[in-house]
T-cell receptor, first 114, second 113 residues
Framework: SQQGEEDPQALSIQEGENATMNCSYKTSINNLQWYRQNSGRGLVHLILIRSNEREKHSGRLRVTLDTSKKSSSLLITASRAADTASYFCATDAGSGGGADGLTFGKGTHLIIQP | DAGITQSPRHKVTETGTPVTLRCHQTENHRYMYWYRQDPGHGLRLIHYSYGVKDTDKGEVSDGYSVSRSKTEDFLLTLESATSSQTSVYFC????????????FGQGTRLTVV
């Protein structure tokens, strides 16, 4: 069963605009990660935020985490055509010792219109 | 890009035949994972390994087996392929398990006819 659920399922915006995607999860986590997947390719890690962090930045990416609401958001500022991809959140609901794998949501498909 | 290679990249096989997918890494990472990706389901964990000869089942392990005889190789075997195993399979590696980022291979598209 999916731990994380992204919202919206699909998002289309104009180049230069900001894109916001949300992720909700069900159980306590140690960390939450965001990945990008371009069409026909493997997933690429974007950012990891730990449960004791509230916000993290990486270039044009900003991730927030609200453990009380069991939710996270990914903001991409000043979007570019190359940002067109599917974005997944992933959580580690495992034992913390590396056992089990990340649990992924179904993803948000982002389209940047030129 | 992390040194992770999946082979083959594409395969078409018949129902009932055995199939083995290979994941090879050059990063010396301890943890290796096999996921499948299907429309409407996202990525689901099949099996994972936390060391040589140390493997365990994931969420959707029925019909699959794995082996890891060397740090760098993690094999996924479908003993008798079924149409429900048509999917895109991804291998992933990580150095310290769930507390660190995972690196994914390019995927293997498997079609069972």
């Amino acid at each position: 069963s999916q731990q994380g659920e992204e919202d919206p399922q699909a998002l289309s915006i104009q180049e230069g605009e900001n894109a916001t995607m949300n992720c909700s999860y069900k159980t306590s986590i140690n960390n939450l990660q965001w990945y990008r997947q371009n069409s026909g390719r493997g997933l690429v890690h974007l950012i990891l935020i730990r449960s004791n962090e509230r916000e993290k930045h990486s270039g044009r990416l900003r991730v927030t985490l609200d453990t009380s609401k069991k939710s996270s958001s990914l903001l991409i500022t000043a979007s570019r055509a190359a940002d067109t991809a599917s974005y997944f959140c992933a959580t580690d609901a495992g034992s913390g010792g590396g056992a089990d794998g990340l649990t992924f949501g179904k993803g948000t498909h982002l389209i940047i219109q030129p | 890009d992390a040194g992770i290679t999946q082979s083959p990249r594409h395969k078409v096989t018949e129902t009932g035949t055995p199939v083995t997918l290979r994941c090879h890494q050059t990063e010396n990472h301890r943890y290796m994972y096999w996921y499948r990706q299907d429309p409407g389901h996202g990525l689901r964990l099949i099996h994972y390994s936390y060391g040589v000869k140390d493997t365990d089942k994931g969420e959707v392990s029925d019909g699959y087996s794995v082996s890891r005889s060397k740090t760098e190789d993690f094999l996924l075997t479908l003993e008798s392929a079924t149409s429900s195993q048509t999917s895109v399979y991804f291998c992933a590696i990580s150095e310290w398990g769930l507390s660190t980022e995972a690196f994914f291979g390019q995927g293997t598209r498997l079609t069972v006819v």
